[in-house]
């Protein structure tokens, strides 16, 4: 989360997409002008809107909520910071998915508008078949529950590079399981070059990869992480 906050003022408009149960939408919300977050899972857009409803921030209005495909939308405004935080571009596995959410991305783009993509260094000895493992938890202070996201590989194949994943989202008050979201999808993984000739191929510049999120590693084929901060050509 600090690190999206680095590109944002009280004057900056960001457009989310896959803003998911809101983990960077509410914070950020706060450091911003206005922000708009985009997912196509309802179940997650209904939890993000019961938070809202729950809370009496008053920077919560300066949030919208849209439900829509990454691949094709159309917000009739331009942005001036626009993030896929959470390996959320992963979840386009083809290339011509991915050439049509980011010509959607440089439609909603400002002048001088910073886009963020991150992804993991895919590393072709690690991408295993794997069990349920906790990516993150998060005590949530608008419902005060804790939540917890858990991931399984369930495939892999290395041909189309593309992993066959569950997401659990675990929510608990205090101790006690209170409701449970299960996810079924696949991400489609990109090497280094890969997304670099991807991003340029549709007009997007490379201002700098980072290979962690706190701006002090700049990536290389040993970085867990591959963070794209992009810019109009």
């Known amino acids: 989360m600090k690190f999206y906050e680095k590109y944002v003022n009280k004057h900056t408009r960001v ?15 706060s450091k911003c002008e206005s922000i708009v977050g985009l997912d196509l899972s309802e179940s997650m857009l209904d939890i993000l809107q019961e938070k809202l409803e729950a809370t009496d921030l008053n ?3 300066n949030i919208q909520l849209i439900k829509g495909d990454m691949t094709d939308f159309n917000l009739n405004q331009k942005f001036d910071l626009i993030i896929f935080p959470g390996l959320a571009i992963l979840s386009l596995i083809s290339e011509e998915q991915r050439i049509a959410c980011l010509e959607c991305v440089k439609k909603h783009m400002s ?7 991150d992804q993991f260094n895919p590393n ?33 194949d290395a041909k189309e590079q593309v992993i066959s994943m569950k ?9 006690d399981l209170i409701n449970k979201i299960e996810d079924d999808f696949k ?3 990109l090497f280094n070059d890969q997304a670099r000739n991807l991003f340029t191929s ?12 706190d701006f002090s ?14 810019k109009k050509c």
């Open 15 to 29: 457009l989310e997409i896959g803003c998911g149960t809101g983990r960077v939408t509410i914070p950020l919300a």
């Open 59 to 61: 920077y919560k209005n």
């Open 111 to 117: 002048d001088d508008c910073i886009v963020v993509i």
């Open 124 to 156: 072709p000895d690690k991408l295993n078949v794997s069990s349920e493992r906790l990516d993150f938890e998060y005590f949530d202070v608008e419902l005060g529950y804790t939540i917890k996201k858990y991931s399984i590989q369930k495939e892999h």
């Open 167 to 175: 997401y659990i989202y675990k929510i608990f008050n205090n101790e």
């Open 187 to 189: 991400l489609g993984y």
């Open 202 to 213: 549709v007009g997007l510049e490379i201002k700098n990869v980072y290979g962690a999120y």
């Open 217 to 230: 590693v700049i990536a290389d084929e040993n970085s867990k992480m591959l963070i794209y901060e992009l």
